[in-house]
């Protein structure tokens, strides 16, 4: 079968989602027999975890275009699968539907921003750098502009960037190892380290996209199983995504009739840390328009600029199928997305409306502390209630959970069987898995080929280039797993800053390296190292206890930063001599999808 | 004008419209998101709300299609698409 591999994929596939259906029912039997929650939990993450470790050997190779770019031969609709995976981290899958949650409105601007930047990615870049056929982002930097300083630069703005957001997965990585696995953080850490680098090192490109087109089979499946059946079971509605208004509404009259009470400093202190309570609307418009736009605007821009996921629509075999396939990532991400919503709808309802034999909210605390799943959620530290005003029943105000809870806890509040925390659990690991893998990859292949390769050792043997591929990818690993391991920040935090840094840096140095031919070297690089210098600076001036200005937060200095870099690149650009004929002649070539790339097959 | 700029006149133009289209379904809303919010919108839900969980996500991804093939068009109307994928 391994040599039309690709033309099989539908039936390979399909017999993998099958298998895994197959092992969940296995499993739900398993768990009617008798077979533990932990048993499990570990079955089923280490199940998915030895199939991607075999697809990644099995990808194996040891030629330079598979290694960088998958041979340039993976079909539209799979790969739109694999930058589904490649995008939606362990954050969007653990996080999101908990953030929506708490925070409401206002929260869900990374909604729109995290989906909208693929107009911008379709329409501005990644069928341009299709056509240029490079290996990396750096690459396209590297040749449009000219010159080691700008490929350089933009090797910084990249590693910056990805790895602001590979300490965040590999986090992820280990706290869903830490809890299915029941092992210490500190080791889970490195466990889920070497999963990830058994899904990559050997097959580069090739094999973090057959093992993430998997991946996001696990991932969809552990999201849209669980709101389907816990609305289903609610009675909420056959198809969630149309039929909650109703539970909207119910909400917004509970929260009308508890009212948002709020609590004492010296009562909050109790509550342990990271765990919240609801204080704010549901469906209301909590937020100022430009709160709303900036952040949805700063998640818009950043997507275009980060590279692991720009860097997939070079394993296209077309311009034409590059194109179509932002439109698929974006489909298969929208199932996703337009579901977190949906969870947290739910999720809320189930707890607090007096009506469901699952809400708490008004019943007495001995009731509540003799729950099953409150004992488990609250020694696991993700669920805490406070008798503040005494009066011996829970009010909404007396509430508090973690934001992970929303999608852990929900199917065990809902009264679903464990064989779905098992589920949800292996989804979770799929998910932070994929997004560290394409950007692991992402920093060791720019460093490897634009640093080592075109920089210092441009006669190395593809043998001496993939060697020193993989070895870097191993140190990177070992790099972002030892910060993770610290715990520094958040993982949503971080994740957020990752689009700021790559928006700061790259988003006009690339845009502009299509669309305004008059760009030149000097001007690129002024633009992405003082864009990144000065949203870097904005991050420190804020976070030391600066005011800001024009109600750019910490979580949007990206913003300054591309505005920046934005004015540098045309003034720089415009100050000094315009590109020579040849780069012109580049740039013609790229904007038309027919004739031969920029770069050769094999470079 | 050569076929090319003629092409590339094109291409830009496309770039503008789904541009637009892009300008409203993230930020145009959001500039009215609280008096929008009072309206019952599709399935029922209250405007803003559908858009921010919905209508916006759905939006961009009709456009990304729509786009992909007007641009196919373009390029095939000027003899610039790829012959046979190579």
Redo the contacts between chains.
Sequence with gaps: MKGNFIDNLPKVYGIYTGGFIGFIIIMAIAEQMGMTAKAIGIAFVAFTVFIYALIGWLSRTAQADAYYVAGRQVPTVFNGMATAADWMSGASFVAMAGGIYFKG?GY??L???W??G???V???LA?YLRKFGCYTVPDFIGTRYGGNLARFSAVVVLTVASFTYVTAQINATGTIASVALDIPFQYAVYVGLVSILLCSMLGGMRGVTWTQVAQYIVLIIAYLLPVFWISNKMGAGFFP??????E??RIGELEQQFGFVKNAAADLKSVPKGLAGITKAH???N?T?WA??SL??AM?MGTASLPHVMMRYFTT?????A??S??WS??FI?LL??SA??LATLSKLSLIDPNLPTGIIGKTFAEVEAIDWYQNWNQANLMFISDFNGNGTLELNEFFMGGKAVVLATPEIAGLPYVISGLVAAGGMAAAMSTADGLILAIANAISHDVYYKIIDPKAETAKRLLVARVLLVIIGFAGATIAAMEIQGILGSVIWAFDFAMSGLFFPLVLGVWWKRANRQGAIAGMLGGLAAGAWYLVWVRTGGSGFLGITQLTFGIFGSAVSLVLMVVVSLMTAEPDKATQKMV?DV????GKSILGKSH | MSNQQKHWEKTRGLLFITLAIWFVFSIGIFLFGAEMNKVTGPFGYPWTYWFTCQGSLGAFVILIFWFANRQEKIDEEFGFSEREDE
Excluded: E, N
């Design positions: 409105y869900m601007a909604l729109v921003g989906t909208g693929y107009v911008l379709a329409s501005l069928p995504h149309f039929m909650l208004a109703d909207v509404a469906s209301a418009v937020a328009p709303f736009i949805a605007l818009m075999p077309s311009v034409k199928a194109r179509k932002v439109g974006l489909f929208f997305y337009s919503p949906m013609d904007r038309v999808p027919s």
